[in-house]
């Protein structure tokens, strides 16, 4: 900065400066100072004469400003004495030129004491540091001459001092607390206070670090009896050389999930005389993240383990399932073939002029009436198997987050009844009552189409009627009773009903929506309080083993997921031994119908498995049949068939082997599960015994027994154990001596 009230020679000394520095200038020794102390300068050059403020009094302000004091100062003057010159020096100036002056002098000098400027600076930063150092120093010294006085006090870390003969001297109140000791209790006393399995090991820890020893990695690590655990750390001390006998002075944690770090270091390498300083160290936090990091290892292991376990189940189960409508489809399709190579005999013999006797042709109607059965039954198992799939697929979508919904117009009603209608082959066949029931709420609230997801509604309505015919099927009063109700508020709870919701579920409905409600009602056996719980699990089932076709446990935990997307709930209501009702409710916005080439569009259109085949015949009155209903022999007909006893919880499964046990010569009776099994047993020993000498003229004895291993109530295996015990006990007179052949399909042993 240059400083001088003559215009001319600001301009001179300007522009030589300028050519090598940065030059700022000013005529006014005031604005001088104020911009200095805003922004100080590496030089400044000051004429020894101004007007307002001289150069020694400009100097002089400088001086006494700290952000300044160091600034070189080079004045000019046109005063040439030595007195001048002295007199300015003394006042603070670096440096003095006298006018006139030559221009490469002026450039030497302002060299100089820039670089002087800059070893000044720099000097007085190390001055600065050292002097810092040196006070940190003194604060040290004075700390550690007073025992830590202060810092010990406040510090989180446990402090002791230990003298060269290897007792503790000083220790920090911390270090009482984390060694749960109280204040002035003697600190050798602390080994009492270790489990005494674990003394050796903290004085094999100890000999190691002092010398005493030579061991490679002793155990640190040691228990108190209070149930703490605590870690011990010593390093060998490099002024002194101790004995190991000197006594122990590291301690112990707080807690159980405590393990402390004991930092034993030569007390000369701090400034103390000849001893040890040991840092006792809280680490309960790091010991606490490793546990809970233990655990979740371990939770995960076990979940791994339940998912494996799982994974094999349902693996197995839905072989199993797979596999019996499998078996279904290939017998009855075997018997239809079978039995269509005889209308094919029929008709070639028709053909060539030969008449039928009635007779056959009576056998070959009852056979073609029984073909139609058996076209239901592979229409039922192909649905089976699609319903199988369909269940296996949306899981996967649900794990990958692929399930969606896609929302669109259609007729609730219409949708329900087509659901309904694919059921109608499997209720006729089962004798189950199928009906659809309007609430008057629709035509109340003049809903007929609303927005929504129709696939998904109708897959969730599938899903259901499915459950309810299968808890229906061994029900004395068989029916079945889906009902369609919506509401424009929030639908009432019934007394005993359990609500499935997501959290914090609003059952106000949304603005311009309606709450649409389809529920299936049955008449079956409902289900119990614990049966309940594992409805909405995936891979659970209620009842495993209740019906022929035990399904894949995962429908009604897609269905749930389904009706979650649609921001709805879902509701059971189960008396046991009087039936149960599924409902489920979602919002959506009711719209007019569209026009009428639109709607025949949208509307559900009927499929396949739809598609109900009548038979030309009445059904039977079904159950269990009498054995003394069977045709018996007289003494002047041939001998009769053998009997057999097919049992098997699958009616399809029965039915078929039946039917190709009646084409070749046999008699057959059937029953659904082991205790019928052992109830018609029972009462063919009792038969066989009331005919006496009679024998087989009298009655015709149960020869052969096929029985299936999984059934309900009472399964195979078990079946076969108690047929053996009421032979040995004599409550059945009969012994059957060939063992019953088993009928099994699961893909993995039991």
Avoid at 115 to 130: I, P, S
Avoid at 168 to 192: Q, S
Avoid at 465 to 487: G, I, P
Avoid at 666 to 693: M, R
Wanted: overall charge negative; charged content about 25%; aromatic content about 6%.
């Amino acid at each position: 900065m240059l400083v001088d009230d003559s215009r001319d020679l600001r301009s001179y000394i300007s522009s030589l400066l300028a050519k090598h520095f940065t030059v700022v200038a000013f005529g006014d020794p005031r604005e001088a100072l104020e911009h200095i102390r805003k922004s100080p300068p590496s030089l400044v050059l000051t004429d020894a004469m101004m007007p307002h403020i001289s150069g020694m009094e400009l100097t002089t302000a400088l001086r006494r400003d700290p952000a300044t004091t160091l600034v070189p100062i080079i004045m000019v003057s046109a005063q040439a004495g030595t007195e001048a010159r002295a007199e300015a020096l003394e006042g603070g100036v670096d440096d003095y030129l006298v006018k006139p002056f030559q221009a490469r002098e002026l450039l030497a000098r302002v060299r100089v004491h820039l670089q002087l400027g800059l070893l000044r600076a720099e000097l007085e930063r190390r001055v600065d540091e050292r002097t810092r150092a040196l006070i940190e120093s003194e604060a040290q010294n004075r700390a550690l001459a007073s025992r830590y006085a202060m810092l010990s006090t406040v510090s989180p870390v446990g402090v002791v001092q230990i003298d060269n003969q290897g007792h503790p001297v000083f220790c920090n109140p911390r270090w009482f607390e984390i060694c749960g000791m109280a204040l002035g209790r003697p600190l050798v006393e602390w080994t009492e206070q270790i489990v005494p399995d674990d003394l050796q090991k903290v004085d094999n820890a100890w000999k190691a670090a002092t010398g005493g020893e030579k061991t490679e990695a002793p155990e640190r690590q040691f228990r108190l009896k209070n149930g703490r655990w605590a870690q011990l750390e010593v390093r060998l001390p490099l002024s002194l050389s101790l004995s190991p006998s000197l006594p122990l002075f590291s301690c112990a944690s707080p807690s159980d999930a405590l393990s402390l770090a004991v930092q034993i270091r030569a007390s000369t390498e701090v400034g103390l005389p000849d001893g040890y300083v040991g840092a006792l160290t809280d680490i309960t936090r790091q010991k606490e993240i490793e546990m809970l990091h233990i655990r979740e290892v371990e939770q995960r292991a076990v979940d791994a383990e339940e998912n494996r376990r799982n994974t094999e189940m349902f693996l197995d189960m839905s072989s199993h399932e797979l596999r019996n409508p499998l078996s279904g489809v290939w017998q009855n399709a075997e018997v239809v073939s079978t039995s269509l190579a005889k209308y094919v005999e029929l008709i070639d013999g028709l053909r060539q002029g030969h008449p039928a006797p009635q007779r056959v042709l009576d056998d070959l109607y009852n056979e073609m009436l029984e073909n139609v059965e058996a076209v239901e039954s592979i229409i039922l198992c192909a649905s089976h198997q699609g319903r199988i799939a369909d269940d296996i697929l949306n899981v996967s979508k649900l794990n990958m987050g692929l399930l969606s919904i896609n929302v669109a117009p259609f007729d609730l009603v219409a949708a329900v009844r087509e659901v309904v209608k694919t059921f109608e082959v499997q209720s006729h066949q089962q004798q189950i009552k199928l009906a659809v029931e309007k609430g008057p709420s629709l035509s109340k609230l003049a809903v007929d189409w609303i927005v929504a997801d129709s696939g998904r509604i109708k897959q969730v309505t599938y899903n259901f009627l499915t459950n309810a015919l299968k808890y229906t099927v061994d029900s004395s009063r068989k029916s079945v009773t889906v009902h369609v109700d919506v509401y424009d508020g929030p639908p009432p709870v019934p007394s005993n009903a359990m609500r499935i919701a997501s959290p914090n579920q609003s059952f106000d409905p949304p603005e311009d929506c309606v709450w649409c409600v389809v529920g299936v009602e049955d008449s079956g056996k409902g289900l119990s309080a614990e049966q309940l719980k594992l409805l909405f699990a995936r891979f659970s089932q209620a009842n495993p083993k209740s019906d022929q076709y035990g399904g894949s446990g995962l429908g009604l935990y897609v269905s749930k997921k389904l009706v979650e997307l649609h921001r709805g709930f879902i509701e059971v209501e189960s008396d046991l031994g009087r039936g149960s009702t599924f409902r489920f409710a979602i919002p959506a916005p009711r719209t007019a119908p569209p026009p009428a080439d639109e709607a025949k569009l949208l509307s559900p259109t009927p499929t396949l498995s739809g598609v109900g085949v009548r038979p030309k015949r009445p059904t039977s009155a079904g159950g269990r049949p009498a054995l003394s209903s069977f045709p018996s022999s007289s003494s002047s007909s041939p001998p009769p068939p053998f009997l057999l006893l097919v049992v098997d919880d699958n009616d399809i499964n029965r039915v078929v082997m039946k039917r190709q046990l009646k084409l070749k010569n046999f008699e057959v009776v059937t029953a659904s599960d082991g205790q019928q099994a052992l109830d018609l047993l029972k009462e063919d020993a009792a038969l066989a015994a009331a005919a006496g000498a009679d024998g087989e003229e009298a009655h015709n004895p149960i020869r052969c027994v096929l029985m299936d291993i999984e059934m309900p109530i009472m399964d195979g295996m078990s079946a076969v154990r108690e047929l053996r015990r009421l032979e040995k006990a004599g409550e059945i007179s009969r012994r059957y001596v060939r063992p019953p052949l088993s009928l099994s399909s699961p893909a993995l042993s039991q």
